[in-house]
């Protein structure tokens, strides 16, 4: 089973900040929390991942809680082509066990 | 750089007979997994190699197999199908390490309708 918790869907204005949360409660101290997302009928996008700091890229920033059970993606601009399924999966080695998909949040971007 | 490749992107096979699918991985990669996504299950593990040696292996029955070559490229096969194999089929490298994988580049995938 998959380790995280995540909304199955949310709705964001295009142009505005999105926050997919996700809780990940039991989450150990050597497991990194990963985001991917899936735009339709494409193969997964890698997006980001953290330990306990918070990270920026230049596609997302990952907010992680002091106590590692639950983070937030946020994407800071949000456009339409930002629709898609988005994962948060937890895994201590970046998928050598292979990756946990849950069934992650989808967002949509209205214009 | 050129990204992970599939083929072939659309098959339509027939129950009992077998597939094989192909993946080139990201010039320098030499780890590949695969996965199975259906509308019900969801994006699923099947195994991963690295090295031309299986690491490690999901919960999937003895039909699905693999193998990967010198050159990292990886197969696939499926045998003796099923309706349920019907599946979106993905591949995906990774880079070397220090602490091990990081990230996973999915390929676009092998549709497979089994009918």
């Known amino acids: 089973d998959a380790k995280t918790t995540q909304p199955p869907s949310m709705d964001c204005a295009e142009g505005r900040a999105a926050n997919l949360p996700c809780n990940h409660s039991t989450i150990s101290g050597n497991e990194y929390v990963y985001w991917y997302r899936q735009i339709h009928s494409q193969g997964p996008q890698y997006i980001i991942h953290g330990l306990k700091n918070n990270e920026t890229n230049e596609m997302a920033s990952l907010i992680i809680t002091e106590d590692r059970k639950s983070s937030t993606l946020i994407l800071p601009h949000a456009t339409l082509r930002d629709t898609a399924v988005y994962y948060c999966i937890v895994d201590s080695g970046g998928g050598a066990d292979g990756l946990t998909f849950g069934k992650g949040t989808h967002l949509i971007i209205q214009p | 750089k050129a990204g992970v490749t599939q083929t072939p992107r659309y098959l339509i096979k027939t129950r009992g007979q077998q597939v094989t699918l192909s993946c080139s991985p990201i010039?320098?990669?030499?780890?590949v997994s695969w996965y199975q996504q259906t509308p019900g299950q969801g994006l699923q593990f099947l195994f991963e190699y690295f090295s031309e040696t299986q690491r490690n292996k999901g919960n999937f029955p003895g039909r699905f197999s693999g193998r990967q070559f010198s050159n990292s490229r990886s197969e696939m096969n499926v045998s003796t199908l099923e309706l349920g194999d019907s599946a979106l089929y993905l591949c995906a490298s990774s880079p070397p390490s220090v602490r091990g994988l990081t990230e996973a580049f999915f390929g676009q995938g092998t549709r497979l309708t089994v009918v």
């Open positions: 010039s320098g990669h030499r780890s």
